[in-house]
């Protein structure tokens, strides 16, 4: 597999495990395979405050990754941006 390939599928690896946190922070209202990666967490209501501290806590005890909450509204706001983090940081 080209290097290319191989950084895909672990950013496409990598989204999934978070699809499934941010679906697991839902409660049940959301499934993982609903959660599109290029959407805005909070636009899109995958995210509300509280979950979003939930969410950014687990990234950073999990991936070792600190994202700031004002980050995921102005820049790191899907879940495809924070998988690049932390590949970035990996």
């Known amino acids: ?9 672990a950013e496409d ?29 909070f636009d899109y209501g995958y995210v509300n405050s509280l979950s979003a501290v939930m969410f950014l806590a687990h990234v950073s005890e999990r991936y ?10 102005e820049e790191v706001t899907t879940l495809r941006a924070v998988a690049r983090r932390i590949q970035a940081a990996g």
Do not use: F, T
């Not at 597999?1 to 599928?9: G, H, K, L, N, S």
């Not at 990754?65 to 995921?72: F, G, R, S």
């Open 13 to 41: 690896e990598l989204i999934g495990a978070l699809c499934a946190v941010v679906a697991e922070l839902s409660e049940g209202k959301l499934a993982a395979a609903q959660i599109e990666p290029d959407a805005h967490l």
């Open 1 to 9: 597999m080209a290097m290319e390939q191989r950084v895909a599928a």
């Open 64 to 73: 070792g990754v600190e994202i700031e909450d004002v980050e995921l509204i």
